[in-house]
């Protein structure tokens, strides 16, 4: 149980800090260096503002800081209650991700970057 548990924590932790350090006061954070240098948004610009938006119940502001940080929430939140239940239960947890998968999520991070810095898609900039 230690495992599950301890990470749990210490992305409880983060979120915590995130929460309360906002990253909307500017200097609190180091900036996204895609962004300095080339004014793309990566697929991660925002994350922290969604973080913050999250830990204060705002999912709307969530989801418009980084709808996909959102996704990526909810998806740890399943995992991480399936290898507690199968901690707790003495079953060791095995994910078997295959490289379709790895490929599908690449394909849909790179989409999501394109799609956010392009005009159409300014409603998924952060």
């Not at 909307?24 to 793309?40: A, S």
């Not at 999520?105 to 799609?115: K, R």
Request: hydrophobic share 55%; aromatic share 12%; proline share 9%.
């Amino acid at each position: 149980m230690f495992v599950p548990v301890a990470t749990l924590a210490g992305v409880a932790a983060a979120f915590a800090y995130v929460g309360t350090v906002d990253p909307n006061e500017p200097g609190h954070y180091p900036v996204c260096p895609l962004l300095r240098f080339t004014g793309l948004y990566c697929p991660g610009c925002g994350g922290l503002r969604s973080a913050h938006a999250f830990v204060h119940g705002d999912l709307p502001a969530a989801l418009g800081a980084n709808a996909l940080a959102v996704v990526g929430y909810g998806i740890f939140a399943v995992v991480i209650v399936v290898w507690l239940v199968r901690a707790a239960r003495d079953v060791p947890m095995r994910l078997a991700v295959s490289p379709v998968l790895w490929w599908g999520v690449g394909a849909v991070l790179a989409l999501f970057t394109l799609v956010r810095n392009l005009p159409f898609g300014s409603a998924l900039a952060p």
